[in-house]
């Protein structure tokens, strides 16, 4: 539930899943796990990242796990785990340790762990849940099987042996990159991230391209993802210009004919980037066309001379991010390609479509919730269709 998850909403989608059978989510931050609880959810929620040690009082009324991944921050979570749990009946402050196995980002080494971990189970009312780690580069067979050595080798010397997760800590190591590409063992819990949102991780083969039962079930579910966003939006103006005539700021782009120009209120304050400025496109009635000028903070401009027919109008759908079906045809464009085009990933895409930006949610075609920024309506199926799947519409539209 990273990055308001993953830009699809938050609350939206964590209430979804709780409906659906999830067993627990995961946050980055202590504000993004205290929202979800204002939010009324209770499924367990692990941190990932730790929280400055004065504000575990917080994490510990809101049952919010923590990650402790330094020792000098693990003495003073510690401590501050004491005096919030004084005085409190049958409160206890629950904790995941982070493995250091080779991503050089976060983690307690391999040498400390065994302290780490005796100096967690020592502290009154602080339970140790779990154990975990995460990839460097999951389609990277090798380096990933080495961190799982690496963290087999930490967990079992530090917990005299490795225990499942029914006796002991749980542990956890893949994301979806791990799993679809079957590079590490699944252990007791993985941690889905862009794959609940129907992407696959940008250039992973699923199932490594290997042979066997699990890698052929990783190629079959990543073949049935389907992205869950898409981004439409409709002009607030189109209009013919002449030749020669600038087109946003600078201007980045002048026309070499008389040319109709669609407005879109979709712009870098939005998350569609200035890097897209000339090079992007959208969908209109199932063709490509061009987006054309500098991305300002709210608009961009699609060439539309090409397409035929009756001019396009402002009743026309444009869609920046999806697939799209009209009278023209049908035509996709992903989250991957975006990315490509800004020399980016399909995480950075999705997760930078602002708040702002209207959201609405479909499953199985029929519209079940809605946020925008001064409301959230959370509209449910009938229980008979709770399982089903919810997708995620950012529409902008004019006011």
């Known amino acids: 539930m990273k990055a308001d998850a993953y830009g699809h909403g938050a609350t939206i989608v964590a209430a979804w899943l709780e409906r659906t059978g999830a067993t627990g989510l995961c946050v980055a931050t202590l504000d993004e796990g205290l929202q979800l609880r204002a939010a009324g959810i209770g499924l367990p929620i692990l941190i990932l990242y730790p929280i400055p040690p004065g504000r575990v009082a917080d994490a510990l009324a809101a049952r919010l796990a923590l990650t402790v991944a330094d020792v000098t921050l693990l003495e003073r979570t510690l401590t501050a785990a004491r005096a919030a749990t004084t005085g409190t009946a049958g409160a206890v402050l629950v904790v995941h340790v982070e493995v250091e196995t080779g991503l050089g980002r976060a983690g307690i080494a391999p040498a400390d762990l065994p302290a780490a971990i005796a100096a967690i189970r020592a502290t009154p009312r602080v339970e140790l849940a779990g154990v975990w780690s995460h990839l460097a580069a999951p389609d990277d067979l090798a380096r990933s099987r080495r961190q799982a050595v690496a963290f087999e080798a930490a967990v079992g010397s530090a917990l005299g042996g490795l225990p499942s997760g029914a006796r002991g800590p749980i542990r956890h190591l893949a994301a979806t990159g791990g799993l679809l590409a079957v590079s590490v063992p699944a252990y007791d819990r993985v941690r889905l991230g862009l794959g609940l949102y129907g992407l696959v991780p940008d250039g992973l083969v699923a199932g490594g391209g290997r042979a066997g039962a699990a890698a052929t079930a990783a190629a079959t579910v990543a073949a049935l993802l389907r992205p869950v966003m898409s981004l439409h939006a409709r002009p607030i103006r189109v209009v013919e210009l002449p030749a020669d005539h600038g087109l946003s ?91 490509q085009e800004r020399t980016s990933i399909s ?48 529409r902008s539209m004019p006011s």
């Open 249 to 339: 700021y600078g201007p980045s782009f002048v026309t070499v004919r008389p040319s109709r120009i669609a407005s879109l209120p979709v712009g870098y304050g939005d998350g569609w980037v200035r890097a897209f400025s000339n090079r992007a496109g959208a969908l209109v009635r199932g063709r490509r066309v061009p987006l054309v000028g500098t991305v300002a903070m709210d608009a961009v401009l699609a060439d539309v001379t090409d397409i035929p027919g009756p001019p396009v109008t402002v009743d026309d759908e444009f869609v920046l991010l999806g697939e799209q079906t009209g009278p023209l045809g049908s035509a996709a464009i992903g989250a991957a390609e975006l990315a």
């Open 347 to 394: 995480w950075e895409v999705v997760t930078q479509m602002s708040q702002r930006l209207p959201r609405v949610y479909h499953a199985s075609a029929v519209p079940v919730g809605l946020r925008t920024l001064t409301e959230e309506i959370h509209l449910w199926p009938p229980e008979s269709n709770s399982g089903t799947g919810i997708s995620a519409t950012s």
